[in-house]
């Protein structure tokens, strides 16, 4: 029986992932198009035009030019709109709103429209539906109700594309295509029929036999051992622990998954617009774990990010940070779209806090010194109806008469001013290796501690770094590591041998390597290196680890260098390194806590716990003296700092005043937002952006 599914729109039979770091040359050229096509740093928001009727489309207009609005996202939750019944298209609308764009000369984003299922689609064929691991069907009347694996909808989905596509291919306003929207978001795992045999083919792929996949999930324990691939289940509710192998191969199902579905729209793109570049927003942060999007990044043709700050957050214009230069990460360094953020308040925190005078220009200039070629919103204007129309917009329900609306053309001035800056890249001596596998697994139950949190050292090295202008990229742990001279290595429970080696040969060119405890411990199977930890990085290290002591809650353990330890201590043996500090109480008394192997040009430092603040520092200052790596210029404490440098030379010096007082900064060179000779000053909570010389 032939299958009523087009080929194009089953889950394809092979993850076709490029190597990492490998742009070809047709996605180059459809890249550098793009930024052809917007030759400013880009300003907008997503755009709903079908929320409001025609005079205030036409008032929109207006109002973009007056804000120097550059590019939008269009038709983001359009489909109902464009196919109210199925078959039946009404086009209309979006020809005028896309003629009227071009018209203002602003380039478009065009959305596929598939990220809401209308409601005929669903009453039709409600197995599109995502399953929940409870076995809850979560139904529609919301956003995302769909199961990136369910057949049908990957054919309905990849004809409203298609359609859009044919329309508009040879429009004026497109210059990019915005598939789907924040895939995973809400909904990330998916436990449906379809689901559940798509993971089942996953796995046959991955490990070509079931011998080869009892091996590798270690089914010798509690009796699991599968006899084929179709006794196997995606992990869901049971009586305790489930298979932990298991549930790492379902977190890279669960994004392959959804790579997968975006890869099959791109499909039917490039055959109609292959010149078009496409792309889909990220939702990189420090609380987005469900998706790898070193993994995702191989497969846009520029990333795009969405970030939002979380009000109650004291601290988070350094989460910002750091969620900046993760996005940069997974960018490969590359100039990235800062797709989405907030001009003020959300509506999906506990209490929605607005933003300080000056905090959205911040925000904003902290993404682009960080590498962001674009700034938008969500979304241009405010909604009058729906769920989120308590969500700030760059056009707020007040109207133009209104701080937002002031700051928002003050906005497009200053990234007007910065439009030299575009295609920069920023400068980092330093490199945080980062891996999403790494966090699933290190974080999954039945460990030694529970307050092993895959994040918390990592950021608390990132703050020591912004704290001191020093900026660091986050490299995926097979990422080429040449030119950093600082590379801190995290809790990496999970490593390949490929990716340890990689970071054992940065140690011996010469770079200084931090690992920290809890990395190297097992295999990318979640199999035990044995015969020592930290198995994976013993020998670069020149240490042998016995025993893991995990410390109970809130206690915390002393080193002999004044400092204290929480969370993590260990039974270290030296095998070649020397001891930098001990610790001192029983039963460790004496044993290394933080140790340096010489190995090569370079060194080996090992950290055997979570250290307190000060430890931190001083364990950071001796790395980055043993480094010679420093902030790029003197400033005051409260100015976040980075560099950005052109190809022809250029040097851009951005310089963030967070502090209440007027801050010094020891930069000379013309300043680009207000035009002038830069004076050494910058008021409280304002930017400079100083091109340098
Ligand atoms: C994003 C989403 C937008 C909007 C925004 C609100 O997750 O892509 O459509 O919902 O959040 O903050």
Redesign the pocket.
């Known amino acids: 029986m032939t299958s009523p599914i087009p080929e194009t729109s089953r889950p394809r039979a092979t993850n076709t992932s490029p190597p990492l770091d490998t742009d070809t040359a047709a996605k180059k050229l459809r890249t550098a198009s793009l930024w052809e096509a917007l030759p400013a740093l880009a300003y907008g928001g ?1 755009y709903n035009p079908e929320q409001w009727p025609v005079e205030v489309r036409l008032e929109d207009i207006e109002l973009m030019r007056q804000a120097g609005v550059n590019a939008l996202s269009v038709g ?2 359009s489909w109902a709109w464009l196919e109210p019944a199925e078959g039946q298209y009404d086009f209309a609308w979006l020809d005028d709103v896309m003629d009227n764009l071009a018209a203002a000369g602003i380039k478009v984003a065009l959305a596929t429209a598939t990220a809401a299922p209308p409601a005929w689609l669903v009453h039709k064929h409600p197995e599109i539906l995502p399953v929940a691991a409870d076995g809850t069907v979560l139904g529609p009347g919301s956003r995302r109700h769909y199961s990136p694996s369910s057949a049908i909808f990957r054919r309905y989905a990849a004809t409203m594309t298609r359609v859009l596509a044919e329309r508009y291919k040879d429009h004026p306003a497109l210059v990019l295509w915005h598939v789907d ?2 895939l995973g ?1 809400h909904v990330g795992e998916f436990h449906g029929p379809e689901d559940t045999a798509a993971f089942r083919a996953w796995l046959e792929r991955r490990y070509g036999s079931i011998a080869a996949l009892n091996e590798a999930w270690g089914t010798a324990f509690w009796s699991q051992r599968y006899g084929n691939f179709a006794e196997i289940r995606t992990p869901g509710p049971a009586p305790t622990t489930l298979n932990p192998t298991q549930q790492l191969d379902f977190a890279r199902f669960n994004s392959w998954a959804l790579i997968d579905f975006y890869d099959m729209l791109v499909e039917v793109i490039r055959e109609v617009t292959p010149e078009i570049p496409a792309t889909t ?1 990220f ?1 990189v942060s420090s609380a987005t774990k469900s998706l790898d999007y070193f993994d995702w990044a191989r497969h846009v043709d520029v990333v795009a990010n ?1 970030h ?1 700050l979380v009000a109650s957050d004291t601290e988070r214009h350094i989460e910002l940070a750091f969620s900046a230069d993760l996005t940069r990460g997974v960018a490969g360094g590359k100039p990235w779209m800062l797709m ?1 953020h ?1 001009t003020s308040a ?3 925190q506990p209490r929605n806090m607005t933003k300080a005078p000056g905090e959205m220009q911040r925000n904003s200039l902290a993404h682009v010194a960080r590498g962001a070629d674009a700034i938008m919103f ?2 241009w204007r405010q909604s009058k109806a729906g769920s ?1 129309k308590f ?1 700030s917009a760059m056009v707020p329900h007040g109207g133009t008469n209104t701080r937002i609306w002031n700051e928002v053309v003050d906005l497009g001035a200053a990234l007007g001013a910065l439009s030299p800056v575009q295609g920069s890249r920023v400068e980092s001596r330093t490199a945080i290796v980062f891996d999403y596998e790494a966090w699933w697994a290190s974080e999954l139950d039945s460990h030694p501690s529970t307050d092993v949190k895959y994040l918390e050292l990592l950021r608390a090295f990132h703050r020591a770094l912004f704290l001191r202008g020093i900026t660091a990229d986050f490299v995926h742990p097979s990422a080429n590591l040449d030119g950093y001279d600082l590379v801190l290595v995290c809790t990496l429970y999970c490593v390949n041998d490929d990716a340890a080696a990689n970071i054992a040969a940065a140690a011996t060119c010469g770079a200084t390597v931090l690992i920290s405890y809890f990395s190297g411990i097992v295999d990318e199977n979640d199999a035990v290196r044995l015969g020592g930890y930290p198995g994976a990085f013993r020998e670069l290290l020149g240490i042998s680890t016995e025993e893991f002591h995990p410390l109970p809650e809130h206690e915390t353990v002393e080193l002999d260098n004044g400092s204290t330890g929480r969370i993590w201590s260990e039974h270290v043996h030296l095998a070649g390194a020397e001891a930098v500090a001990s610790f001192t109480g029983y039963p460790l008394t004496g044993v290394p806590a933080i140790t340096r192997h010489a190995t090569g040009k370079g060194s080996a430092w090992y950290l055997a716990t979570f250290p307190d603040p000060a430890g931190l520092e001083g364990l950071l200052d001796s790395l980055l003296a043993e480094s010679a790596v420093a902030a790029p210029v003197q400033a005051d404490s409260g100015v976040e700092l980075t560099r950005r440098q052109g190809a022809d030379g250029a040097s851009y010096l951005f310089a963030i005043n967070h502090a209440d007082s007027e801050a010094n900064v020891q930069a000379k060179g013309h300043e680009l937002i207000s035009g002038k000779a830069f004076e050494g000053t910058i008021p409280a909570g304002s930017v400079a952006v100083i091109a340098e010389g």
Do not use: A, G, L
């Open positions: 997503d983001i939750f929207n924040e978001c927003n939702m969405d939002y989405e907030s959300v509506n999906w969500f979304q989120e969500h």
